[in-house]
T-cell receptor
Framework: KQEVTQIPAALSVPEGENLVLNCSFT??????LQWFRQDPGKGLTSLLL?????REQTSGRLNASLDKSSGRSTLYIAASQPGDSATYLC???????????FGAGTTVTVRA | EAEVAQSPRYKITEKSQAVAFWCDPI?????LYWYRQILGQGPELLVQ????????DSQLPKDRFSAERLKGVDSTLKIQPAELGDSAMYLC?????????????FGPGTRLTVL
């Protein structure tokens, strides 16, 4: 069974600092990986989706990398802002299944 | 921009009562998902529909939970009777195509508290 881990569970940074969020997964046979944002008490918003054949995806200040062989993905958020404060979750779709396996998330606080 | 709608947003109920949640996916999305998210954890898939058919309900506690999507559009998730351990956020999501290949769009969720 695919296990997805996100460490740390929480982090706090001053505004303007670059954020680095980590996601690791146990089975490298994946179809794709997604990063989601979740605001308190709200649903999830998809940020980036990386197909297994891709190494990275970029959207504005967000960049996500994927290293299947080592079972890792990293989400970079450049020049963080207080509005980036949220919980960020990664989800993996295995290549032999259609169900997403989610990590527990990293809760980010950007201090003004 | 089209969104997934869910109601109610919050539900407080007593143990052994029945509760029901409603979800209206984005128009034209064939696949609909119900997830349960316990505080501090990632969402866990309960049931997945492709049009009106159940594709996967392996994680649905069928002794107390039921889900339907009769006309392949909106969906209802029911719990009867509710137990204390059912307190969680219930999220509905939809995608245009079959699971995993397309981005899933999530609704705002229903926060259930069982007393």
């Amino acid at each position: 069974k695919q296990e997805v881990t996100q460490i740390p569970a929480a982090l706090s940074v001053p505004e303007g600092e670059n954020l680095v969020l980590n996601c690791s997964f146990t089975d490298s046979a994946i179809y794709n990986l997604q990063w989601f944002r979740q605001d308190p008490g709200k649903g999830l918003t998809s940020l980036l989706l990386i197909q297994s054949s891709q190494r990275e995806q970029t959207s504005g200040r967000l960049n996500a990398s994927l290293d299947k062989s080592s079972g890792r993905s990293t989400l970079y958020i450049a020049a963080s802002q207080p509005g980036d404060s949220a919980t960020y979750l990664c989800a993996v779709r295995p290549s032999n299944d259609y169900k997403l396996s989610f990590g527990a998330g990293t809760t980010v606080t950007v201090r003004a | 921009e089209a969104e997934v709608a869910q109601s109610p947003r919050y539900k407080i109920t007593e143990k052994s009562q029945a509760v029901a949640f409603w979800c209206d996916p984005i128009s034209g999305h064939a696949t609909l998902y119900w997830y349960r998210q316990i505080l501090g954890q990632g969402p866990e898939l309960l049931v997945q529909f492709q049009d009106e058919s159940v594709v996967d309900d392996s994680q649905l506690p069928k002794d107390r939970f039921s889900a339907e999507r009769l006309k392949g559009v909106d969906s209802t998730l029911k719990i009867q009777p509710a137990e204390l351990g059912d307190s969680a956020m219930y999220l509905c999501a939809s995608s245009k195509g079959l699971a995993g290949a397309d981005t899933q769009y999530f609704g705002p969720g229903t926060r259930l508290t069982v007393l």
